[in-house]
C-alpha cells in the first residue's frame, strides 16, 4: 500500500478554522483516525515491509503533523484579529464612574471664599507649613516673650523650625518679595498644640490682606461685610466691628455677624445675638517695616478666619472632629460637586 500525503495536506489547507482543523487532527492523528489506522496495518505485512512502510507512515504523520500546526498558527491569528475588530471598545467614549466623588467641604469651603474674594480682586498666595520664628512671630510683631511662642501651643521641630501657628506667615512672604498695590488670599494648613470637640491640632485658615495706596479701615469694613453677606448667603446680614488685639495689627477688631439663639438653636442673620467670625485689623507699621516697607508711603488691611468655623457655622456642623474622621458616608453628605453641583 502507498501513502500519499497530498490528499491529506490539501484537507489540511482547505480547513477554515480551527475548530474544522481539530476535527481534521482527529480524523487523521485522533485514536481511530486514517494514518493510525494505517499503522494498524503494519502487523499483517512481511518483516521486510513492515520496516519500510512503518518509515514511511511515521514520516507521515510528522509531515502531518507539522501542516496541521502551521496551519493552526495561521487560522488562530486570523481568529484573533477577527476577534479584536468585532470586540473593539472605544475607550475615548466618555463615560460615567459608578461611584463620584466629591470635594471635601473644607475644601469646598476654600473655594467658595477664594471665588469670593476673587471677585473682589484678589489673587491667591501660600507659603510652606514648616516656618521660622521670624516669619511666624518676629516680624508680625509679636514681643520675644509672647505666650503664643511657648513649647505648649506651637509645634517645635528639632532644629529650632516650628509648624505655622497661622497663615499671617504669608503676609511676610508676600510683602517681603512682592511689590504693592497688593490684593492676596492665602488659605492653608496650620498648628497648634489642642485638641478636644472643638479643637484640632491641624486645621485650616484663610489670611487675606490688601497694601494700596490710600487704604483705610473703611475698605476693610466694605470687603468684609460684602464677603459675609455673600458667604451665608443673606443680603444685609448684620455685620459689627468689636475693638480687639492682635501684635500684627492695629487698630485690630473681632467681627462678629447677627445671629438668632432663641429656642435652643442658631440662625445666621437678624435675631438681636452676635457671633464671632473672624479677626481683623490695619496692619501693624511694625510688620511693614519688617517687611522692608515704609509705613508713611504703604498701608494695609488684614484679617483672618478660621475655615473649619466657617463650614461648620455654613453648613449646620456640629462637631469639628468629624471634618478628619475620614467617614465616607458623612463625607457624600457633606461633599459636593465642584461649581457649585451636587455629588
Ligand atoms: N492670625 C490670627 C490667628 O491665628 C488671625 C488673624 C487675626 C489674622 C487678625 C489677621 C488679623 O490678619 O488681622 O488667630
Redesign the pocket.
Same mark, same amino acid.
Given at each position: 500500500m502507498t501513502v500519499s500525503a497530498d490528499l491529506y495536506l490539501t484537507q489540511i489547507n482547505a480547513a477554515t478554522s480551527t475548530a474544522a482543523l481539530d476535527d481534521i487532527r482527529v480524523a487523521l492523528l485522533g485514536k481511530k483516525g486514517s494514518v493510525t489506522e494505517l499503522m494498524k496495518t503494519l502487523g499483517a505485512l512481511p518483516p521486510e515491509e513492515r520496516k519500510a512502510q512503518g518509515a514511511a507512515i511515521n514520516a507521515l504523520k510528522e509531515q502531518l503533523s507539522a501542516a496541521l500546526d502551521a496551519r493552526k498558527a495561521s487560522l488562530s491569528a486570523v481568529e484573533l484579529a477577527e476577534k479584536l475588530t468585532k470586540e473593539r471598545v472605544d475607550i475615548t467614549l466618555p463615560a460615567a464612574v459608578s461611584a463620584p466623588g466629591a470635594l471635601h467641604p473644607i475644601n469646598n469651603t476654600i473655594l467658595d471664599i477664594t471665588c469670593l474674594f476673587a471677585a473682589q480682586g484678589f489673587t491667591v498666595a501660600s507659603a510652606t507649613d514648616v516656618e521660622d520664628e521670624f516669619h511666624n512671630f518676629d516680624a508680625l510683631n509679636f514681643p520675644p516673650d509672647h505666650p503664643a511662642k511657648a513649647m505648649h501651643d506651637t509645634f517645635y521641630m528639632q532644629d529650632g523650625k516650628l509648624l505655622r @501657628?497661622?497663615? +499671617?506667615t504669608v503676609?511676610v512672604h508676600v510683602l517681603q518679595t512682592q511689590k504693592p498695590p497688593l490684593r492676596i488670599l492665602a488659605p492653608g494648613r496650620?498648628y497648634r498644640c489642642d485638641s478636644d470637640q472643638t479643637h484640632a491640632p491641624m486645621f485650616h485658615?484663610i489670611?487675606?490682606?490688601v497694601v494700596e495706596p490710600g487704604i483705610h479701615f473703611g475698605h476693610l469694613k466694605g470687603t468684609l461685610e460684602r464677603f459675609l453677606s455673600d458667604f451665608f448667603g443673606i443680603p444685609n446680614l448684620p455685620v459689627r466691628f468689636r475693638p480687639s488685639f492682635?501684635p500684627? @495689627?492695629e487698630p +485690630?477688631a473681632e467681627v462678629d455677624i447677627g445671629c438668632d439663639r432663641s429656642g435652643g438653636g442658631l440662625k445666621i442673620g437678624s435675631g438681636g445675638d452676635w457671633l464671632e467670625v473672624?479677626?481683623?485689623?490695619m496692619i501693624h507699621p511694625n510688620v511693614l517695616r519688617q517687611c522692608g516697607l515704609d509705613p508713611a508711603v504703604h498701608q494695609g488691611?488684614?484679617?483672618?478666619?478660621g475655615v473649619e468655623r466657617l463650614a461648620m457655622l455654613k453648613h449646620g456642623i456640629p462637631d469639628l472632629r468629624a471634618f478628619f474622621a475620614g467617614n465616607s458616608k458623612w463625607l457624600r453628605h457633606f461633599g459636593r460637586a465642584p461649581l457649585g453641583g451636587l455629588a
Open positions: @501657628t497661622h497663615t +499671617s503676609q496650620v485658615q489670611e487675606g490682606f492682635f500684627f @495689627t +485690630s473672624l479677626g481683623c485689623g488691611f488684614a484679617f483672618g478666619m
